[in-house]
């Protein structure tokens, strides 16, 4: 089998290519500089010339308050870019992984938001994710996977940045009202390997199991790393943004179950294997 993945730059384009070939399954990692998504053209020559067959497409626009000031520029990236990619699969008859977003719903409430609930996004990435989705849903052969508050070895997330923090201050006021489940990329890799060698076609929430706030995943960060940092619960009215960010990230995992996927450990396993990995 050999599979083309997107955004091999990125956090969890990386960790997918690492887990195919550990699978024995050749991938083909490519980014800007090899496939600029927003060109019809170079989508459809670097695909077609890859023979492969099949797709996981992790690339996209996730500035999410910079979305705010350049819409049709996200919009590019997160639906054009996803359209000429879904062409060459319908062209070629190939199955598409696709990665959206708990920013597709409302973040109200406290209930755990369906796989196939209705979309409500709070923002334009949330708008353009769901753009996104509704393109990859032209496709017979699609996999749609939302995720979460991820992060992994490859670029900056909230773990890197907190880790940062903490060895430069002894302080710091993080939001107690938005919850979610923090998602290790290593761990979704390997689900998203097991998800493409088969045809459970469909959309799907994959997330590390568990929830908590940014508050209490920032108290677990630097109790597993053993730094000394006092932590403020505040409102997200503490951290005003041009983007509006969901309160509730929860999401259920009905169709991981119903077909059969094994659900992700819970956070804090991830966690605490992650920092053990980058304190090396």
């Known amino acids: 089998m050999r599979v083309l993945v997107t955004g091999v730059k990125g956090q969890l384009g990386y960790d997918i290519v690492n887990a195919l070939k550990k699978e024995n399954i050749e991938a083909i990692g490519v980014d800007i500089d090899e496939m600029d998504i927003t060109d019809e053209t170079s989508v459809n020559t670097c695909i077609t010339q890859s023979n492969v067959d099949a797709i996981i497409h992790c690339a996209a626009w996730t500035a999410v308050d910079l979305a705010e000031d350049k819409v049709e520029q996200c919009r590019r990236v997160n639906k054009d870019g996803t359209a000429n990619i879904v062409k060459v699969c319908q062209?070629?008859?190939?199955?598409?992984?696709?990665?959206?977003?708990?920013?597709?719903?409302?973040?109200?409430g406290e209930t755990p938001w369906d796989e196939y609930g209705e979309a409500e996004p709070l923002n334009v990435y949330g708008l353009t994710k769901c753009e996104g989705e509704l393109e990859v849903k032209k496709l017979q052969k699609y996999f749609i996977i939302r995720i979460s508050w991820v992060f992994g070895i490859n670029g900056k997330n909230f773990v890197k940045t907190m880790l940062?923090?903490?060895?430069?201050?002894?302080?710091?006021?993080?939001?107690?009202?938005?919850?979610?489940?923090?998602?290790?990329?290593?761990?979704?890799?390997?689900?998203?390997?097991?998800m493409i060698q088969s045809d459970a076609y469909g959309i799907y929430h994959a997330t590390n199991e568990g929830y908590c706030s940014w508050y209490e995943f920032t108290k677990e960060i630097y109790r597993v790393a053993g730094i000394d940092v006092k932590v403020n619960p505040v409102s997200s009215?503490?951290?005003?943004?041009?983007?509006k960010r969901p309160s509730n990230s929860r999401m259920n995992k009905t169709q991981l179950d119903k077909h059969g996927f094994k659900r992700l450990p819970s956070w804090q396993d991830?966690?605490?294997?992650?920092?053990?990995?980058i304190d090396e």
Do not use: H, W
Not at 91 to 108: A, E, R, V, W
């Open 270 to 277: 991830a966690l605490k294997r992650y920092i053990s990995l």
């Open 91 to 108: 062209k070629l008859d190939l199955p598409l992984m696709y990665f959206s977003t708990d920013y597709i719903f409302n973040g109200q």
């Open 237 to 243: 009215d503490a951290f005003p943004a041009k983007a």
């Open 164 to 194: 940062r923090f903490g060895k430069e201050k002894g302080e710091v006021n993080v939001v107690n009202d938005q919850i979610g489940s923090p998602t290790y990329t290593y761990d979704l890799a390997k689900l998203c390997v097991d």
